[in-house]
T-cell receptor, first 113, second 113 residues
Framework: DAKTTQPPSMDCAEGRAANLPCNHS???????VYWYRQIHSQGPQYIIH???NNETNEMASLIITEDRKSSTLILPHATLRDTAVYYC??????????????FGKGTKLSVKP | EAGVAQSPRYKIIEKRQSVAFWCNPI?????LYWYQQILGQGPKLLIQ????????DSQLPKDRFSAERLKGVDSTLKIQPAKLEDSAVYLC???????????FGEGSWLTVV
């Protein structure tokens, strides 16, 4: 079973920031928080991941609470092309290519004009 | 950099027929995954290869599904005989041996009628 819980759906106005929450209260110390998204009819796309520090890349920012029990993915200026299902996944990282992604149901983000 | 390539993109077969899907991972990626995604659900791991060896095939229905990764590069997933409940998207993914970020292909859509 997935170790994370997410709201089933969210709406966001185009051009505004989209803040997607994820609860992972049972995450263990060696598990990273990964975010993927899946646009309709495409394979999942990697967005970002982090352990305990906040992370930012060209796609998004990831804010992880100090106790690591929850996190928020931020899309700073959402566009219609960001409409997708967003998955938050806890994944152990042993420094090698181990472990597989256990997907939950994710959050369906709808960006509206 | 070329992504994960899959073919065919779409396939319709009758139940009890056989089908094969092909995957070419990102160049240099040692780990290859096959996932099954049923409509409305998140992807579920079927099998994981590390080079040409199987790491995890615990969720693969071995009475009808088989997969191989000869020479540790390309992989083929076969279903024989197909059942109606095998209708799904079959996603191939790969990751480098020194990191855990997993990259997905576009998927192969199977409809069994």
């Amino acid at each position: 079973d997935a170790k994370t819980t997410q709201p089933p759906s969210m709406d966001c106005a185009e051009g505004r920031a989209a803040n997607l929450p994820c609860n992972h209260s049972t995450i263990s110390g060696n598990e990273y928080v990964y975010w993927y998204r899946q646009i309709h009819s495409q394979g999942p796309q990697y967005i970002i991941h982090g352990l305990k520090n906040n992370e930012t890349n060209e796609m998004a920012s990831l804010i992880i609470t100090e106790d690591r029990k929850s996190s928020t993915l931020i899309l700073p200026h959402a566009t219609l092309r960001d409409t997708a299902v967003y998955y938050c996944i806890a994944l152990p990282n042993y420094g090698g290519s181990q472990g597989n992604l256990i997907f939950g149901k994710g959050t369906k983000l709808s960006v509206k004009p | 950099e070329a992504g994960v390539a899959q073919s065919p993109r779409y396939k319709i077969i009758e139940k009890r027929q056989s089908v094969a899907f092909w995957c070419n991972p990102i160049s240099g990626h040692a780990t290859l995954y096959w996932y099954q995604q049923i409509l409305g659900q998140g992807p579920k791991l079927l099998i994981q290869f590390q080079n040409n060896g199987v790491v995890d095939d615990s969720q693969l229905p071995k009475d009808r599904f088989s997969a191989e990764r000869l020479k540790g590069v390309d992989s083929t997933l076969k279903i024989q005989p197909a059942k109606l409940e095998d209708s799904a998207v079959y996603l191939c993914a790969s990751s480098a041996s020194t990191g855990n970020t997993i990259y997905f292909g576009e998927g192969s859509w199977l409809t069994v009628v």
